[in-house]
C-alpha cells in the first residue's frame, strides 16, 4: 500500500514513521526545504545552533514528545532547565509562574510534590501588588482546581470571560485572566474562547521547559533522517497543487517544485493520503469533498503569528527574564519578548543575544500587511521598556517571520466542530493543528495527533 502525506511537520513526520513500521510505503512532500513545519529553524553566520523561527520549547509534562526521543534514541539530547517567566503591570515585571525550588532553593524535593506548580503560583502571586489577599487566595484554589480536574467537556461549553469572571473574582479576572485572553485572540474574539482551551493550558504545563540539542531543527532532521532509514520518501521544496479521487480506489496526487515559475506539474497514485496542512488549503486541494465538509474546514477560525526575532551584542533583561507576558492595555506593540538565551546560552549563537518580539493577529491586521522595514520601525523601540539602556545598536540583525495558520480559535463546544481525520472521502485524511484540540498547539500534541491519525489510517 502506497500512502502520500502531504507536510513534514511533526504530525506528518510521525505517521511516517508509524506506517512505515507496519509495512507501508510513504512518501511525504513538504513545501519548504527542510522538515520540521512551524518549529524549523533557520541559522545565521556563527551560530553552532539553529534557532526556531517561531518560537518553540517543550515542557516536562511533553510525555508524547520524550517517548518520540527515547524510541529514536535521541531522549539524551533533550534538555530542560527552569527559566523564568514573567508579566507586566504598571511598569514593573513579576514572576507570577514557577517552581518551588525557586522559592526554596535548599529544598528541591518540594517540585516533586503534587500540585507543587500551583503552590508556587499562590505563593509568587502574595509578592503581586495588584491583588488581595483574598484574590491570591481564589487564584491559588482555581489553579489547583483545574490541575485536578478532567472534566474539560463541561469546562467547553462556557466561555473562559464568563467562568474566569465568576470563579477567579472581577479583580482577579481583570488584572490576570483577561490580559491573557485578550493578548491572545484580541478584542473581538476573546469573549468567545471556551474554558476548555485555559483548562488545557494549566492542565498540561509546567515551570520546567525543553528545548533540543542544537536546536528543533536538529530534532526534527533526526525525524527525518529515521523516516529516510525506515524506507520512507521525502520531497523537499514541492508543492501539492491537487488531489483527485482517481476512479479506482486510488488518489491522484498532483506537485510542481515549488518556486516562482514552476508550472510543471507531476500526477502519481496512491492508495491513501494524508494531509497536514491548513483547514483552508485542505478546502482547496479537495474541493470535491461533500459540502458539509468542506464547510466545517472554513469555519474553523483561526489566527496568525507574526515574530521579529533580533540579534543583540549584548543581554536585554538583565535579570535573566526568559519570558515577558505583555498585556495589550500596556501599551506594547506585541503579546511576548522571549529572551531566548535567557534560556538557551548565547555561547551556541556566537556570543550573540537572541529575543523574540512576537504576536497572533487576523491575517487582515496591518502587520501582515506591513513591509519587514515597517514593522522593524514598530517593534524596536519598545525593547527599551525592558532596558532604560537599550541603544538601537545594540540590534546587529532581525529577522521578520509571518505564518496564516498559527492559532485555531475554539469556541463554545468546540469539539462539535471539529471535522473528523477520517474524511468522507475513503482513504483520505486530514490531521491539523485544529485537531489536538482541546490541547493548546505545540509539537508533543502534534506528535501525539500522528501516532493516532497513522492508527486510524491502518485500521482503514
Same mark, same amino acid.
Given at each position: 500500500?502506497?500512502?502520500?502525506?502531504?507536510?513534514?511537520?511533526?504530525?506528518?513526520?510521525?505517521?511516517?514513521?508509524?506506517?512505515?513500521?507496519?509495512?507501508?510505503?510513504?512518501?511525504?512532500?513538504?513545501?519548504?526545504?527542510?522538515?520540521?513545519?512551524?518549529?524549523?529553524? #533557520?541559522?545565521?553566520?556563527?551560530?553552532?545552533?539553529?534557532?526556531?523561527?517561531?518560537?518553540?520549547?517543550?515542557?516536562?509534562?511533553?510525555?508524547?514528545?520524550?517517548?518520540?526521543?527515547?524510541?529514536?534514541?535521541?531522549?539524551?539530547?533533550?534538555?530542560?532547565?527552569?527559566?523564568?517567566?514573567?508579566?507586566?503591570?504598571?511598569?514593573? /515585571?513579576?514572576?507570577?509562574?514557577?517552581?518551588?525550588?525557586?522559592?526554596?532553593?535548599?529544598?528541591?524535593?518540594?517540585?516533586?510534590?503534587?500540585?507543587?506548580?500551583?503552590?508556587?503560583?499562590?505563593?509568587?502571586?502574595?509578592? #503581586?501588588?495588584?491583588?488581595?489577599?483574598?484574590?491570591?487566595?481564589?487564584?491559588?484554589?482555581?489553579?489547583?482546581?483545574?490541575?485536578?480536574?478532567?472534566?474539560?467537556?463541561?469546562?467547553?461549553?462556557?466561555?473562559?470571560?464568563?467562568?474566569?469572571?465568576?470563579?477567579?473574582?472581577?479583580?482577579?479576572?481583570?488584572?490576570?485572566?483577561?490580559?491573557?485572553?485578550?493578548?491572545?485572540?484580541?478584542?473581538?474574539?476573546?469573549?468567545?474562547?471556551?474554558?476548555?482551551?485555559?483548562?488545557?493550558?494549566?492542565?498540561?504545563?509546567?515551570?520546567?521547559?525543553?528545548?533540543?540539542?542544537?536546536?528543533?531543527?536538529? #530534532?526534527?532532521?533526526?525525524?527525518?533522517?529515521?523516516?529516510?532509514?525506515?524506507?520512507?520518501?521525502?520531497?523537499?521544496?514541492?508543492?501539492?497543487?491537487?488531489?483527485?479521487?482517481?476512479?479506482?480506489?486510488?488518489?491522484?496526487?498532483?506537485?510542481?517544485?515549488?518556486?516562482?515559475?514552476?508550472?510543471?506539474?507531476?500526477?502519481?497514485?496512491?492508495?491513501?493520503?494524508?494531509?497536514?496542512?491548513?483547514?483552508?488549503?485542505?478546502?482547496?486541494?479537495?474541493?470535491?469533498?461533500?459540502?458539509?465538509?468542506?464547510?466545517?474546514?472554513?469555519?474553523?477560525?483561526?489566527?496568525?503569528?507574526?515574530?521579529?526575532?533580533?540579534?543583540?551584542?549584548?543581554?536585554?533583561?538583565?535579570?535573566?527574564?526568559?519570558?515577558?507576558?505583555?498585556?495589550?492595555?500596556?501599551?506594547?506593540?506585541?503579546?511576548?519578548?522571549?529572551?531566548?538565551?535567557?534560556?538557551?546560552?548565547?555561547?551556541?549563537?556566537?556570543?550573540?543575544?537572541?529575543?523574540?518580539?512576537?504576536?497572533?493577529?487576523?491575517?487582515?491586521?496591518?502587520? /501582515?500587511?506591513?513591509?519587514?522595514?515597517?514593522?522593524?520601525?514598530?517593534?524596536?523601540?519598545?525593547?527599551?521598556?525592558?532596558?532604560?539602556?537599550?541603544?538601537?545598536?545594540?540590534?546587529?540583525?532581525?529577522?521578520?517571520?509571518?505564518?496564516?495558520?498559527?492559532?485555531?480559535?475554539? /469556541?463554545?463546544?468546540?469539539?462539535?466542530?471539529?471535522?473528523?481525520?477520517?474524511?468522507?472521502?475513503?482513504?483520505? #485524511?486530514?490531521?491539523?493543528?485544529?485537531?489536538?484540540?482541546?490541547?493548546?498547539?505545540?509539537?508533543?500534541?502534534?506528535?501525539?495527533?500522528?501516532?493516532?491519525?497513522?492508527?486510524?489510517?491502518?485500521?482503514?
Amino acid at each position: 500500500m502506497r500512502i502520500a502525506i502531504v507536510g513534514a511537520g511533526a504530525t506528518g513526520l510521525t505517521a511516517a514513521l508509524d506506517l512505515l513500521k507496519a509495512g507501508r510505503q510513504v512518501t511525504i512532500y513538504e513545501l519548504n526545504d527542510r522538515p520540521g513545519g512551524l518549529a524549523a529553524g #533557520f541559522k545565521a553566520p556563527g551560530w553552532d545552533w539553529s534557532l526556531e523561527k517561531f518560537y518553540h520549547h517543550w515542557f516536562a509534562s511533553d510525555s508524547d514528545a520524550l517517548k518520540l526521543g527515547e524510541e529514536l534514541g535521541i531522549r539524551d539530547r533533550m534538555i530542560f532547565n527552569r527559566p523564568v517567566t514573567v508579566v507586566y503591570y504598571e511598569g514593573r /515585571f513579576y514572576q507570577l509562574d514557577g517552581a518551588l525550588s525557586t522559592l526554596f532553593p535548599k529544598l528541591p524535593w518540594l517540585d516533586k510534590l503534587p500540585l507543587s506548580g500551583s503552590l508556587a503560583r499562590g505563593l509568587l502571586a502574595l509578592k #503581586f501588588p495588584a491583588l488581595s489577599f483574598l484574590d491570591t487566595v481564589r487564584y491559588g484554589l482555581l489553579g489547583i482546581y483545574l490541575v485536578l480536574t478532567t472534566n474539560w467537556r463541561s469546562l467547553e461549553k462556557v466561555t473562559a470571560h464568563e467562568w474566569l469572571s465568576r470563579w477567579a473574582g472581577k479583580r482577579g479576572y481583570q488584572v490576570l485572566w483577561e490580559p491573557l485572553l485578550v493578548g491572545k485572540f484580541g478584542e473581538e474574539l476573546y469573549r468567545e474562547v471556551n474554558m476548555a482551551w485555559m483548562w488545557a493550558r494549566i492542565k498540561a504545563r509546567t515551570p520546567r521547559l525543553g528545548t533540543f540539542v542544537g536546536g528543533f531543527q536538529a #530534532f526534527f532532521d533526526s525525524v527525518a533522517a529515521a523516516v529516510q532509514q525506515a524506507g520512507g520518501e521525502l520531497r523537499y521544496s514541492t508543492r501539492v497543487v491537487a488531489i483527485e479521487q482517481a476512479g479506482n480506489g486510488k488518489w491522484t496526487v498532483a506537485s510542481s517544485a515549488a518556486g516562482a515559475g514552476s508550472n510543471t506539474s507531476v500526477r502519481e497514485e496512491y492508495d491513501r493520503v494524508l494531509v497536514t496542512t491548513s483547514p483552508r488549503l485542505m478546502s482547496r486541494l479537495a474541493p470535491q469533498l461533500p459540502a458539509d465538509y468542506l464547510g466545517s474546514l472554513q469555519n474553523l477560525k483561526s489566527l496568525g503569528a507574526v515574530v521579529m526575532v533580533a540579534a543583540l551584542d549584548r543581554q536585554l533583561s538583565t535579570q535573566g527574564f526568559y519570558w515577558h507576558n505583555l498585556p495589550k492595555s500596556s501599551g506594547f506593540p506585541f503579546l511576548a519578548m522571549c529572551e531566548h538565551t535567557n534560556f538557551v546560552s548565547s555561547e551556541h549563537f556566537g556570543g550573540q543575544h537572541l529575543i523574540y518580539c512576537g504576536d497572533y493577529v487576523s491575517t487582515s491586521h496591518p502587520y /501582515f500587511m506591513m513591509t519587514d522595514d515597517e514593522l522593524r520601525q514598530v517593534y524596536l523601540p519598545s525593547l527599551k521598556r525592558f532596558n532604560a539602556d537599550f541603544d538601537p545598536a545594540w540590534v546587529k540583525q532581525t529577522w521578520i517571520f509571518r505564518e496564516p495558520y498559527a492559532q485555531p480559535v475554539p /469556541f463554545v463546544d468546540h469539539s462539535r466542530h471539529i471535522p473528523p481525520t477520517r474524511t468522507p472521502l475513503r482513504g483520505l #485524511f486530514f490531521a491539523s493543528m485544529s485537531h489536538v484540540y482541546p490541547w493548546d498547539r505545540g509539537t508533543n500534541f502534534a506528535i501525539r495527533l500522528g501516532r493516532e491519525v497513522a492508527a486510524e489510517m491502518l485500521r482503514d
